[in-house]
Nanobody, 123 residues
Framework: QVQLVESGGGLVQAGGSLRLSCASS????????MAWFRQVPGKQREFVAA????????YYADSAKGRFTISRDDAKNTVYLQMSSLKPEDSAVYYC????????????????WGQGTQVTVSS
């Protein structure tokens, strides 16, 4: 069974940076696509960025382009989300997710989820 464990959330001032980590229990055929989503109370889970273990292709939501960077460490089976120039509207619970293959920005199409990590950006 795949397990995803996020870490790295916290409180940061606007304009600051944070790096989130998502450790996977193992790269299997069922987790080629790793993604970050975020969610605030009362709203749907929102896609942030994704990366493929095979080939390394990556893509971002418009809100993340230029400020967030997704990357992976094959040796550690860990995916990162480096966030910079943070804004109060980036405050949310950030979730790591995985699916077998294919690009998707829809939360419903991801099979595995971590427990989430809170990011709070103060103004």
């Amino acid at each position: 069974q795949v397990q995803l464990v996020e870490s790295g959330g916290g409180l940061v001032q606007a304009g600051g940076s944070l790096r989130l980590s998502c450790a996977s229990s193992g790269r299997t055929f069922s987790t080629d696509v790793m993604a970050w989503f975020r969610q605030v109370p009362g709203k749907q889970r929102e896609f942030v960025a994704a990366i493929h273990w095979q080939g390394g292709s990556l893509y971002y939501a418009d809100s993340a382009k230029g400020r967030f960077t997704i990357s992976r460490d094959d040796a550690k089976n860990t995916v990162y989300l480096q966030m910079s120039s943070l804004k109060p509207e980036d405050s949310a619970v950030y979730y790591c997710a995985a699916r077998p293959y294919g690009d998707s920005v829809r939360a419903a199409e991801y099979n595995y989820w971590g427990q989430g990590t809170q990011v709070t950006v103060s103004s």
